[in-house]
Every structure is written in structure tokens, then in C-alpha cells.
């Protein structure tokens, strides 16, 4: 069902017979016709039943309920999540500058040589991506160990998401790169002369 995962059904008599019991604990109603109130029938039920001997419950309104609170966990989740990568993107950015300026004598000799400005670009934004790709296994293989131990300790089934996964990686890989332009364009952009005099 779409608000009650499944259902079994079964003779009330072999219910009763099962759970030794005479009487009904609950009673769901599903409305056929949903132009209905329902607020209004869920107070009705509650006077004709015996108001303070019953309670009824809207599971309709639980689920939109926990549909919000599922939802303000998710944006806070996705939120923590953007910072972390754009915090990810700055340090990966910072390493690749630091990279640049250490190798600039060496882009100076690469470009005296005859090293294109698209050569060095690509040197350095396959460097970005490889070490985005790296972290990323790492993280991947940390994050999974984890889980498989808390589904292990809680008793919950493990399953793999390869989609998900590959999507995650490569997000990540992307984002490492786009923070890898702007090192590489400056040591693509490096002058030759003045990169040689840096030393």
C-alpha cells in the first residue's frame, strides 16, 4: 500500500484463535471517496465510538508529517554536503597552486622545449582529477566499511547501489577538476623566462 508497507490477510476467527483474543485492538478504514473530509470523519468516528475510550489517527497526515521531517533532514544533509565540497574543491585548489609555484622551473623547461599551453593545461587537470579520484576510493572504502558494520551491528541487510556510486565518484571527480582550472591556467599561462628566473 502506499501509507501501510503490506498486508496479510486471514479469517478473523483464525486471528482471534492465534492471538487468543475475542474483540478487535484496531479497525482501519480506507475512504473510497477522497473528496471526503476527513478531518471531519475522524472527529465523528471518535463521538460515535466513544470519545476518550478510542483513539483514531490520520495516517495520511502522519505521512505527510514524516515526509517534512524527511525533508528538512535531507536539505540539512545536502547542505552539510555542499559545504564539505566546496571546502573539498578550496583545499584541492590550494595543493594545486602550491604545485605550480614548487614546478615552476620545470613548466619554464617544458615550455622552452616546446610544451604547448593545452599540454601543460591537461598535465594539470588530469593531476586534479587523479587525485580527486584517489580520495574518493578512499572515501568510498572508509564510508562502506563503516556502514557494513553498522548493518552488521544493528542487524540490517547491506545491498550495493552501483549507480549511486558511480554517480557520487564522478560528481567528485568533477568537482576536482572544475577547482583544478584555475591552477592550471596559471601554469599554462606561466612565461617561460620568468618561470626559469624563479630559481
Do not use: H
Amino acid at each position: 500500500g502506499e501509507y501501510i508497507p503490506c498486508f496479510l490477510y486471514a479469517p478473523i476467527t483464525t486471528i482471534q484463535k492465534g492471538y487468543n483474543a475475542k474483540g478487535y485492538d484496531q479497525i482501519m478504514i480506507k475512504l473510497v471517496d477522497d473528496s471526503n473530509d476527513i478531518t471531519q470523519l475522524q472527529t465523528e468516528l471518535e463521538q460515535q465510538l466513544g470519545e476518550g475510550n478510542v483513539s483514531v489517527q490520520n495516517l495520511v497526515q502522519q505521512k505527510d508529517k514524516l515526509n517534512g521531517i524527511l525533508n528538512t533532514v535531507t536539505g540539512v544533509l545536502a547542505l552539510i554536503g555542499g559545504i564539505s565540497l566546496l571546502v573539498s574543491g578550496i583545499s584541492i585548489m590550494t595543493v594545486m597552486m602550491t604545485s605550480v609555484q614548487e614546478r615552476k622551473k620545470e613548466i619554464g623547461i617544458k615550455k622552452a622545449i616546446g610544451a604547448s599551453k593545452g599540454r601543460i593545461l591537461c598535465e594539470f587537470l588530469s593531476e586534479s582529477f587523479f587525485i580527486c579520484l584517489f580520495g574518493s576510493i578512499i572515501g568510498i572504502v572508509i564510508g562502506t566499511a563503516c556502514v557494513i558494520a553498522g548493518c552488521r551491528l544493528f542487524g540490517f541487510s547491506f545491498f550495493w547501489n552501483w549507480k549511486l556510486l558511480f554517480t557520487c565518484l564522478g560528481f567528485s571527480c568533477g568537482i576536482g577538476m572544475l577547482f583544478g582550472v584555475y591552477p592550471a591556467r596559471r601554469a599554462a599561462d606561466l612565461n617561460p623566462v620568468e618561470a626559469l628566473r624563479s630559481e
